[in-house]
């Protein structure tokens, strides 16, 4: 059986195909006619230009004059003041007129049931107090079904549509069954929140959200206090563990090496408010000449305790510490460099103090204080010499040590170690340390490895020489200048006596034939019979020689007695 209404709609629907099975089949069958027909006509690209622009006010009023879901009879009428709502045309007279035209008198989709409906919107202006009592229902009921489906189809196609459609079946499920699991979950409900205005509600949506809120309303909250309790709980176990940490780490600062202290300190930096008070402890505890005490101190120090005693006393611990701590000493005291200062210059040029306490001073302070500065401990040349002097005297086994932490002042100590070297009075230990310490510091300085190579033995010549070969051109005009010095001689002696007469020739002919010689200021002889040698003594007299010094030849006998003598020219008295 087919309605006339169907029938009707089909011919509109395929008034420009074939009238066939197959069409029929292709839109739906007869089931399918009122969708096919609704989605050409509002939905498709050919449908016209008016119905697509109220598309979505035409869906909110067929979905208003809709049924329930329990019967495909057409509903009860509306007012056109509440389908002027759902079309969402409130404030838009005209348009709303426009749409009432288009479903009533154009398609024949609702019908006006009691009071004046508006057929166009030429009769606005002289209707208006018939609008508000117009009532609208569908037209047939089989339009029902179809437009069911129609709308619910263009609900999916949105999130808002979506969520209307999740809404309606929540709502329907409750009515049935009021159970918690019946209700929205959060995400639903915070979505219908979203995407759904209040007046857009129904009462029973309504009561349906406010039960869900008060559900979830009640869960956040058991929610949160769990939240609240586990995190309470973690941070006080989380609490505890640092704790335990920072006083494993603060003890042990105590024990590990100097080199080893910068790396140590550096979580303890996160755990100061438990550390610090470790720390205080194991200090108080610690023995005031211990390494363990200069630990303690500069991990309190690092971890900004405002002990004034603390500064001093790691300064003091520093200048007793072994040479291999002085490097590592340099880096962590190093943000109190310019408080230290003062008081390790002092103590550098303080000849009352320890040697081995002004070297260490003077260590701490030569990566401090720049290689070129003025008014420093390092620039007054004493500085450079009297550690030049304490590295020579030092074991072998620590030079390494104080080699690398006196680098930055390497420039200032190649002088003073060029002249140790140039020493001969220094032992071989001595010669040895500063052979290497100018290999090291001198190693582009070729104007005094040059000079230290003129005194320079087999050994220290092997180990220098080499040096120079990086700047050949230059080491060898440094010794070309020293080859074409002149020596001359200045004996400071006071003028000949004009009284004194002059050596014969007959004098220096026997001075010859003994080996010897007669100069202006001096006179020699290496082998003279002694008869004749005391003939030569009073010969010379008159001439202002004194002899000084005679020695038998060796190999001579008594009866015939051979000399050697040495005579000064100053005129003196010599007794026989």
Known sequence: QVMSGRLALFAELVREREWSLDTLQEIGGADGVGVAFLEQTFSSARSDVRYRRHQVAVRGILKTLLPGLDTEIKGSSRTSHDLQIAAGYIDRDLDFSEVISILDTELRLITPTEGVALVSGAEVADSTAGESTARYQLSHDYLVPALREWLTRKQKETPKGRTELALEERCRTWSVRREARSLPSLTEYFQICWYLRRQHKTPPQQQLLQAALRLHTFRSGIGILLLTVVLVGAFWLRQQAEKARAEALASSIAQTKTSEL???????????????????????????????????????????????????????????????????????????????????????????????????????????????????????????????????????????????????????????????????????????????????????????????????????????????????????????????????????????????????????????????????????????????????????????????????????????????????????????
């Not at 204080?369 to 003025?374: H, K, R, V």
Request: with cysteine; hydrophobic share 45%.
């Open 262 to 576: 910068a790396a140590g300190l550096v979580p303890l930096q996160l755990l100061r408010e438990y550390a610090l008070p470790t720390l205080q402890k194991l200090y108080m505890e610690s023995e005031q000449t211990s390494e363990a005490r200069l630990h303690l101190a500069i991990a309190r120090l690092q971890l900004e305790d405002t002990d004034a005693d603390l500064l001093p006393a790691a300064r003091d611990r520093a200048l007793e510490s072994r040479p291999e701590q002085l490097l590592p000493l340099t880096k962590l005291l190093q943000p109190w460099a310019a408080k230290l200062q003062p008081e390790l210059r002092q103590i550098v040029h303080d000849e009352q103090r320890p040697a081995t306490a002004r070297l260490h001073a003077a260590c701490l302070l030569a990566p401090w204080e720049p290689a070129d500065g003025e008014r420093t401990a390092w620039s007054q040349p004493a500085t450079a010499e009297f550690v030049a002097a304490q590295l020579a005297a030092q074991n072998p086994v620590f030079v390494g040590a104080y080699q690398e932490v006196l680098r930055p002042q390497a420039g200032r100590l190649t002088v003073p170690l060029a002249t140790l070297f140039a020493d001969p009075a220094q032992t071989e230990v001595a010669r040895t340390i500063v052979t290497g310490l100018l290999a090291d510091y001198a190693k582009d300085n070729v104007p005094v490895l040059a000079q230290a190579l003129l005194t320079a033995d087999p050994a220290a010549d092997k180990l220098l020489f080499p040096l120079l070969e990086s700047d050949r051109p230059r080491a060898i005009t440094e010794f070309q200048a020293v080859l074409q010095q002149q020596l001359t001689t200045d004996w400071a002696d006071p003028p000949l006596n004009p009284a004194w007469s002059v050596p014969a020739e007959t004098l220096q002919t026997q001075m010859t034939a003994a080996h010897g010689m007669i100069a202006e200021r001096f006179a020699f002889c290496m082998d003279m019979p002694l008869p004749e040698l005391l003939d030569v003594v009073a010969a010379l007299k008159p001439a202002g020689y004194r002899p000084t010094r005679l020695r038998p030849v060796a190999g001579t006998t008594e009866q015939a007695p051979r000399m050697s003598a040495v005579w000064v020219r100053d005129g003196g008295q010599f007794f026989s």
